[in-house]
């Protein structure tokens, strides 16, 4: 998948089905694309990992490649922006293998978000205000076909009928470092047969706003399916999909076009005042008088 002038352009020779059994595309600029248009400052390290931080910052997104964990996007959001060096706000990680399209979903949310202002982007879940209530990030998934598996103690967990995903919530309390370092946070995504060896996941903590998981869930949720090359799907669970890219398919002429392109290629007619050319017919032309 690449950009140009904002659009995604499709880059690849399959589609892959569902589409979160699909992986990363190991591109990350269209990811980093929505926070860069608001002007946000883009540096490296000595790595090349890349760093994004918002104008007032507050946010910042960690592009990780050398990381030393899997954890390839790191979005931390702080309350003031001198408090930098201290725990975050709420925090977000996708690992390396996260299609880029989920992330850009996320950070597409953020943008919007911090347009609006802090109240948007470190707004915290509150389950009495309708626009920030959890459930609304259950909402895509719901109406998508996702179902509530058998619930274990504190936490709840939302499938797909093919049960290769979940959604999984805990609701008891938990530690407010692991949330940001490990895998045991408030809301937990994954696809995969196992939840030990995953196609790919993403966390979030528990004070994450929950518009920006909302637009997470739509896009992780949506029935179309991704475009990848066929060479590059050969870990894919079995279950996947795979449709070839056919080129598109000139339009089929309607009879009025057919009638445009014959009307091209008769001769045009005689004006009423042009001179008949030549012909064995014609009279000779009679002399003149002399000089």
Known sequence: MTLDDDRL???G????????LARSTAIGDPALAPLLDLGWELSHDDLGNAYVNAPDRRVRL????????????????????????????????????????????????LATAY??????????????????????VVTPLLHRGWELDKPEPDVFTIRPADRLAALEITTGPLDPEGELTSRT???????????????????????????LLAALTACVS?????????????SYTKSAQLAPILPPQSPVPTPLDIQRVAASRRPAALPAHSV????????????????
Do not use: M
Not at 126 to 131: A, F, H, I, N, Q
């Open 9 to 11: 352009i499709i880059d």
């Open 13 to 20: 020779d399959v589609h892959v089905s569902p589409r979160y």
């Open 62 to 109: 960690g592009y990780l490649p050398e990381a030393e964990d899997d954890g390839l996007w790191r979005i931390n959001a702080y309350k003031a922006h001198h408090e930098l060096f201290n725990a975050p706000a709420w925090g977000v990680c996708f690992n390396s293998d996260t299609p880029t399209e989920f992330v850009r979903a996320f950070t597409t949310a």
């Open 115 to 136: 347009e609006q202002g802090p109240e948007a982007y470190l707004a915290t879940p509150e389950p009495l205000d309708e626009e920030r209530e959890p459930f609304l």
């Open 185 to 211: 946070a408030r809301w937990h995504l994954w696809a995969g047969t196992s939840i030990n060896r995953p196609v790919w996941y993403a966390t979030a903590s528990t004070n994450t706003p929950v518009a």
């Open 222 to 234: 949506d029935p179309a399916p991704l475009p990848r090359w066929r060479e590059e799907t050969f």
């Open 276 to 291: 008949p050319r030549w012909s064995t017919n014609s009279r000779p032309a009679l002399p003149g008088p002399r000089r």
